[in-house]
């Protein structure tokens, strides 16, 4: 027989030295008053029956803390305890019943711990030994795994079995946790607090972590997220399951396609192991594991082979993609969503990068377009953002762009807790844009950079109000990001892509997505507004992916990585413009190096350095007007003028030989042809980089202005 499996000797309640360790145990103990109050109410059940309270969770949930308590409770109330450990029990019958020895009278309690551990025994442990427990008796069942199935269906159990799951802690009780761990100073508390995600193991492994220096963001150590996994997760049945539990930990979901796509042998067998375990949850969407497991295992596998993590990372990445532009809207928009949580993993925006699961209070919400039913909601809203002006920009744009718009109502009450406005441009009017000062700037911004081609498009996210509410804010969030990010993906010739931010917009995530802040923003009365902007004509699609890949991975602004070609488009005024600035500063190399045109396609596709690149190619421009044997003397007006240079007109005019006036028409008409020349090589390399379409938005032909539902017409015309 297993020496260990006989109970502890037992010392009495009055023992000085066990009731100093029950204070400092309950001076510790945080949380779980739903769990003690629905013990409390078995503990006064009437004496006829044997009620059994069963617990289950991953390990690290708190389970042994909790019948620690139980145990304290009861024996405060004149219960009598026995304590079994299923771990450290011989699972034979003798064995089992000698280790909890029950009295045979009064109303006792049995605490077993690790009770998913009984297998064989459970059958004969709840036909045999629950009944042979005199009436009154409690038990309490805590293990990874909750009862069998027979069992939770079992009739004759359905007034005394109670299954309970323990979740984690919320925020307030991880931060008492934390603070009671480690008291005194501790740096980085959002960050551990973020790490933990309100799982006790983690929350006291990150307390114990001294690795951050003051002013530091502290991150796990790899002996912290090691002990966090073996006591977890531990050993797994292959390597094939491994790459599975990598896959699942870079996703916020996980289906068996999705496995299938990366991992095609033996995919329904690891998909099934996954959903059997504890640290695993089923949702609508497919397999999620514990959030700090997921961050945990991500960090681990980024520290032990940063190649294979990066590798990894840019193949989902890329299914997702796919995902985006080709599935169904609902699945599209999960994909997404997706999208966002990978590309922002451990860059704490919202406590851990975009995962709203990651926060145990986070309220779940749900998409729903505009109707005329759900206008006062909407109105109310923008009256408490953005006041009474807000309120006519939302009723204008609603009249113009009512497609454009998404609602998200709360999953548990439908009440709105947020608005979204994303506006299509794909032609400048007059009256949005006399009206509309946001759009105005947008307007001016763009068209200082080039003009918009017929079927290009803008993008302009005008309206993201949020409800302030603690427990909605992040989730609404992150659905509106998905809805922006789908339609970065779909849409047909998307040209430029701008948010308006409340405030100073001073959070870095528009800079980390690499949207540029507009040097001047709109007035508006009622609220301050930052505008950033991505223009696609500069930054493709490919490229900016790839470059969300390197910011992921090696983080904001690190030297040393390759960027992307950044081009910059100009319309013809604007290029004119260039060319002729190039020629004024051509002997003024410092003023050079802020041309526009050295980001221009026709330079920067070529190799070598871009300024030698820009000099070569005007000079060729120049030379190029003798081609015409009419224009010789244009030529040499526009080489003597600016190449040689050094004098001035007048001096060049009597140089050539030429009348001030002829010297002059001669001039002009030479800078035309250099600029003519150039700006035929800028169309053509321009066109080589064009963004290549992701298909266009399904039901709405190119230039199609949305219509406006009578019925919301009505209700904003009453309004």
């Not at 966090?228 to 050993?235: A, I, M, Q, S, T």
């Not at 800079?511 to 507009?518: H, I, V």
């Not at 004024?584 to 050295?598: C, D, F, S």
């Not at 010789?632 to 050094?646: F, P, S």
């Amino acid at each position: 027989m297993n020496p260990h499996s006989a109970p502890a000797p037992r010392r009495p309640a009055t023992d000085a030295p066990v009731r100093d360790r029950e204070a400092t145990f309950l001076r510790g103990f945080i949380g779980r008053e739903n769990e003690l109050a629905l013990f409390r109410a078995e503990l006064d059940r009437p004496p006829e029956t044997v009620p059994v309270f069963a617990l289950h969770g991953p390990s690290g949930i708190g389970k042994t803390q909790l019948l620690r308590r139980f145990a304290i409770e009861a024996r405060r109330r004149g219960r009598d305890v026995v304590e079994v450990d299923a771990a450290r029990t011989e699972l034979t019958e003798d064995a089992f019943a000698l280790a909890a020895d029950v009295p045979r009278a009064g109303r006792p309690v049995l605490l077993v711990d690790g009770s998913d551990r009984l297998g064989p025994l459970e059958d004969w442990f709840r036909d045999r030994f629950l009944t042979g427990l005199p009436p009154g008796s409690l038990v309490v069942l805590a293990g990874r795994e909750p009862p069998a199935l027979r069992w939770r269906t079992d009739p004759a159990w359905s007034d005394t079995l109670r299954v309970a799951c323990l979740d984690r802690l919320s925020r307030a009780e991880s931060g008492r946790l934390l603070r009671d761990a480690a008291p005194g100073r501790i740096t980085s508390r959002s960050a551990r607090l973020a790490f933990a995600a309100g799982h006790p193991l983690a929350l006291r492994l990150a307390a114990g972590d001294r690795g951050a220096r003051p002013g530091d963001d502290w991150q796990p150590t790899p002996e912290v997220v090691a002990e966090l996994l073996d006591h977890v997760v531990g050993p797994v049945p292959s390597p094939l399951h491994r790459q599975a539990l990598e896959i699942c930990a870079h996703v916020p979901e996980t289906t068996e396609e999705l496995l299938r796509a990366f991992l095609p042998e033996q995919v329904h067998e690891v998909f099934d192991w996954l959903r059997r375990s504890s640290y695993t949850t089923s949702g609508s969407a497919g397999l999620r594991l514990l959030p700090v497991i997921a961050e945990a295992l991500d960090r681990d596998l980024r520290w032990r082979a940063p190649d294979a993590y990066l590798s990894l990372h840019k193949a989902l990445r890329a299914h997702l993609q796919t995902l985006i532009r080709t599935r169904p809207e609902p699945v599209s928009l999960r994909a997404a969503r997706a999208f966002n949580h990978i590309q922002t993993r451990g860059r704490g925006f919202s406590g851990r990068g975009l995962d709203e699961h990651a926060d145990p209070g986070c309220e779940a919400v749900y998409e729903t377009t505009c109707d005329a039913e759900a206008l006062p909601a909407v109105r109310d809203l923008a009256h408490e953002q953005l006041g009474a002006e807000g309120v006519e920009a939302v009723d204008f744009w609603l009249h113009r762009q009512p497609r454009g718009f998404r609602l998200y109502r709360s999953a548990r009450t439908g009440e709105v807790v947020g608005v979204l406005g994303l506006l299509t441009v794909d032609r400048w009017d007059a009256v949005e844009t006399a009206i509309d000062p946001v759009v105005a700037v947008v307007r001016e911004h763009v068209e200082s950079h080039r003009e918009l081609r017929p079927g290009q498009r803008v993008n302009l996210v005008r309206f993201a109000l949020l409800r302030r509410r603690p427990h909605g804010l992040l989730s609404t969030t992150t659905a509106m990001l998905a809805r922006v990010t789908r339609e970065l993906h779909v849409q047909d010739r998307l040209a430029w892509t701008f948010h308006v931010r409340g405030g100073d917009g001073s959070d870095c995530l528009p800079e980390y997505a690499d949207f540029r802040r507009l040097p001047s923003g709109p007035q508006l009365a009622a609220q301050r507004v930052t505008l950033f902007g991505h223009d696609w004509g500069t930054t493709g699609m490919s490229e900016w992916c790839d470059l969300l890949d390197d910011r992921m991975f090696f983080g904001l602004g690190t030297p040393g990585i390759t960027r992307p070609l950044r081009t910059t488009v100009l319309s013809r005024a604007a290029f004119d413009q260039a060319v002729h600035e190039v020629l004024r500063v051509w002997h003024q190399r410092e003023r050079l190096a802020a041309n526009p045109l050295l980001h221009a396609a026709f330079v920067v596709r070529r190799s070598g350095d871009p300024e030698e690149n820009l000099r070569r190619l005007v000079v060729r421009a120049i030379e190029a007007i003798d081609q015409d044997p009419k224009a010789k003397g244009q030529r040499a007006a526009v080489w003597a003028t600016y190449v040689k240079g050094g004098s001035t007109q007048q001096a060049v005019a009597r140089e050539l030989a030429l009348s001030f006036s002829t010297y002059r028409r001669y001039l002009k008409r030479g800078l035309e042809r250099v600029c003519w020349h150039l700006w035929e090589q800028e169309v053509t390399y321009a066109a080589q980089m064009a963004v290549p379409s992701f298909g266009a938005v399904p039901g709405r032909p190119p230039g199609d202005r949305d219509t406006l539902n009578p019925q919301l017409r009505e209700a904003i015309r009453e309004g």
